[in-house]
């Protein structure tokens, strides 16, 4: 059963708009959520964190909202840009152990 | 170097060879893992290292064997595996468990 969910396996946004990436979780005593960018032929960059104890953290174009009530986090890009064209994975964890992985969304930013 | 480098970054191997896997991590980090991406699956952990000790080992096959000499380098020992064993293995550091993991660019294993 996976605990981290990524329904959507690709996702197409004109450059410019906003890409919203979307991750489930099913672990409450999950505390910590990592989004990673994973480009072909390349490891998995980390790009932005976000504890329980906050519903909203943002860094320049990229923000991550969690709803702890929902277990749900997104990732919004705005704006969108065509070296944005990547794999997403979002992560959970609880600190001071492994993090959980989801199974990654492809974003196409369409110029 | 800075960051987590891995070599080969590819190779290819019969089922009866024996090779190494190489990661190095220049960002000071207590803790490195394998994890391996197959096509259209989640990443799964294999090991995980702390301090230099195993401190997780996630139902992996023998013919996989890790090893940490040191907190900079972790080795993926391979031998007699199998063609479903063929994929990305992706080493990694973080600070600590349960802190940001900064992975390396991952050596794509072919096994026929």
């Known amino acids: 059963d996976q605990q981290v969910k990524q329904n959507s396996p690709s996702l197409s946004v004109q450059e410019g708009r906003i890409s919203i990436l979307n991750c489930d979780y099913t672990?409450?005593?999950?505390?910590?959520f990592l989004w990673y960018k994973k480009y072909p032929a390349e490891g998995p960059t980390f790009l932005i964190s976000?504890?329980?104890?906050?519903d909203k953290n943002e860094d320049g174009r990229f923000t991550v909202f969690l709803n702890k009530s929902a277990k749900h986090l997104s990732l919004h890009i705005v704006p969108s840009q065509p070296g944005d064209s990547a794999v997403y994975f979002c992560a959970a964890g609880r600190r001071g152990q492994n993090f959980v992985f989801g199974p990654g969304t492809r974003l196409s930013v369409l110029p | 170097e800075t960051g987590v480098t891995q070599t080969p970054r590819h190779l290819v191997m019969g089922m009866t060879n024996k090779k190494s896997l190489k990661c190095e991590q220049h960002?000071?980090?207590?803790?490195m893992y394998w994890y391996k991406q197959s096509a259209k699956k989640p990443l799964e952990l294999m090991f995980v290292?702390?301090?230099?000790?195993?401190?997780e080992n996630n139902s992996v096959p023998s013919r996989f064997s890790p090893e940490c000499p040191n907190s900079s380098h972790l080795f993926l020992h391979l031998h007699t595996l199998q063609p479903e064993d063929s994929a990305l293995y992706l080493c990694a550091s973080s600070q600590d468990r349960g802190r940001p993991l900064y992975f390396g660019p991952g050596t794509r294993l072919t096994v026929t």
């Open positions: 976000i504890s329980s104890i906050k």
């Open positions: 290292y702390s301090l230099e000790e195993r401190v």
């Open positions: 672990n409450s005593m999950f505390d910590y």
């Open positions: 960002l000071g980090h207590n803790a």
